[in-house]
């Protein structure tokens, strides 16, 4: 019997894990979840007879090594800082290594390591990025096979709430990592665009922000997401004019984020002391006290009338309450995320959706085309989540293909070789995680 080794029982690991205990019996694999919190490791696995649950501080690195040297494939879902320590593990231990998070410099470091030792680390394999890289790429490749010559290419993708339960004005609800969401785009945006390289800083990124199309839902807006140049050389698409990989909001989102941005409220870089300090006080840090009421000098403030859409989003959030935070030493952003989480939070019955298009421009016979592809994935309530299908199920997807010995691939890589995405992308669409295409 196969050992896997999941490390991380999050929002994002409850399909993954449904996948690999309903797969266990015919796969005969076996499943060890390890995680801070037993208690929710045990909710997730239920009493599955293929399943372990395990408690551990990831930095006891006796615990943490016993465990991968007893394994044959690990799945981290554990906040991206702390995969290092799994990584140097598998290295040291030559185990592959499957993850969504985004390569880091200090994985990088590794490749000829990696490659040496015969064991293939592939990151980025999960929605954003994952399932954007794969699709792109069988896009891409299709256009070229085809004689295409690409010119224009654009990716945007967002978890988001779906409409019947888009009800607060934020149009936005809490799916995914709430401190990930506070400090999205804080590293400001690098992209392509008309042949001429853009760089956007983190205080303008969330400002005027433009809007797309998507079929069956109407507009939604987008700001660019961190250094989409870097992914011209992986998708082989050096000479483009415009490359950009970006993320989707309801309009509304992003004109409320921007004022939050603007008062200083996603600040991550020092402390402050909350035990007296009431949610009026923090949010008006910077604000003058010249007009009759909070409202009216947050609205002067920040360029806004008192009864705007905007200053509603702040009332919703609790900005304009008296009573004390009291959360201990905190930096601005840990207390917005305290707040994010709890009056952003998805409702028992909530449904979030995940929405993904490319638009590709390029010319083939000396005819010019622009094409869309696009995806909208539902969730089935507020724990079986759309973010959490997507995310989850193309890493036990690839841990089934790896464990079958039907992917041999080596080295450090992210998904995109027809070798991986073909057969991924083929199980997902079993899942209802499918793409539609238009031509203009």
């Given at each position: 019997?196969?050992?896997?080794?999941?490390?991380?029982?999050?929002?994002?690991?409850?399909?993954?894990?449904?996948?690999?205990?309903?797969?266990?019996?015919?796969?005969?694999?076996?499943?060890?979840v390890a995680d801070h919190d037993l208690a929710l490791v045990k909710s997730k696995i239920g009493k599955s007879y293929y399943a372990t649950a395990t408690s551990f501080d990831i930095k006891e690195q006796d615990a943490r090594q016993q465990l991968i040297q007893e394994t044959d494939l690990v799945i981290s879902l554990l906040p991206p800082p702390l995969h290092i320590f799994v990584a140097k593990d598998c290295l040291q231990f030559k185990k592959n290594l499957l993850t969504a998070s985004y390569i880091d410099p200090a994985v990088?470091?590794?490749?000829?390591?990696?490659?040496?030792?015969?064991?293939?680390?592939?990151?980025?394999?999960?929605?954003?990025?994952?399932?954007?890289?794969?699709?792109?790429?069988?896009?891409?490749?299709?256009?070229?096979?085809?004689?295409?010559?690409?010119?224009?290419?654009?990716?945007?993708?967002?978890?988001?709430?779906?409409?019947?339960n888009n009800?607060?004005?934020?149009?936005?609800?809490?799916?995914?990592?709430?401190?990930?969401?506070?400090?999205?785009?804080?590293?400001?945006?690098?992209?392509?665009?008309?042949?001429?390289?853009?760089?956007?800083?983190?205080?303008q990124l969330f400002d005027h922000n433009k809007t797309i199309q998507i079929p069956g839902l109407g507009k939604l807006a987008y700001y660019p997401n961190r250094d989409s140049m870097g992914y011209m050389e992986s998708y082989n698409l050096h000479d483009l004019s415009t490359f950009m990989r970006a993320t989707l909001r309801f309009p509304d989102f992003c004109e409320g984020w921007n004022a939050l941005i603007k008062l200083g409220l996603t600040d991550d870089s020092k402390k402050i002391d909350t035990t007296q300090l009431t949610y009026n006080n923090w949010a008006g840090q910077h604000v003058d006290t010249h007009e009759s009421s909070p409202e009216e000098n947050m609205a002067q403030y920040l360029g806004v009338s008192s009864k705007s859409k905007v200053i509603r989003?702040?009332?919703?959030?609790?900005?304009?309450?008296?009573?004390?935070?009291?959360?201990?030493?905190?930096?601005?952003?840990?207390?917005?995320?305290?707040?994010?989480?709890?009056?952003?939070?998805?409702?028992?019955?909530?449904?979030?959706?995940?929405?993904?298009?490319?638009?590709?421009?390029?010319?083939?016979?000396?005819?010019?085309?622009?094409?869309?592809?696009?995806?909208?994935?539902?969730?089935?309530?507020?724990?079986?989540?759309?973010?959490?299908?997507?995310?989850?199920?193309?890493?036990?997807i690839m841990a089934k293909l790896l464990l079958q010995e039907k992917i041999t691939l080596k080295g450090?890589?992210?998904?995109?070789?027809?070798?991986?995405?073909?057969?991924?992308?083929?199980?997902?669409?079993?899942?209802?995680?499918r793409f539609e295409e238009s031509f203009e």
């Open positions: 019997m196969k050992n896997i080794l999941l490390f991380g029982a999050g929002k994002s690991a409850t399909s993954l894990i449904d996948y690999l205990l309903t797969n266990a019996p015919r796969q005969k694999w076996h499943v060890t990088k470091a590794l490749q000829k390591e990696i490659e040496d030792a015969g064991i293939l680390f592939l990151y980025e394999m999960g929605l954003d990025p994952g399932i954007d890289h794969m699709s792109a790429m069988k896009l891409i490749h299709s256009i070229e096979k085809k004689g295409g010559q690409i010119f224009s290419f654009k990716s945007y993708c967002g978890g988001l709430i779906s409409p019947e009800d607060n004005p934020w149009q936005y609800k809490v799916t995914w990592n709430a401190r990930n969401i506070v400090l999205a785009g804080n590293s400001g945006a690098i992209f392509k665009e008309k042949g001429k390289v853009k760089e956007v800083a983190y205080d989003q702040l009332k919703y959030l609790g900005l304009f309450n008296t009573e004390i935070i009291n959360l201990g030493e905190q930096t601005n952003a840990g207390i917005l995320q305290n707040l994010v989480e709890q009056k952003l939070k998805m409702e028992p019955t909530d449904k979030d959706m995940v929405v993904m298009m490319h638009e590709l421009e390029f010319e083939r016979r000396n005819m010019a085309t622009r094409m869309h592809s696009y995806m909208i994935c539902l969730g089935d309530d507020n724990v079986h989540t759309a973010m959490a299908k997507t995310v989850g199920l193309p890493l036990g450090l890589h992210i998904p995109i070789l027809p070798e991986i995405y073909n057969p991924v992308l083929k199980e997902l669409e079993e899942y209802d995680i």
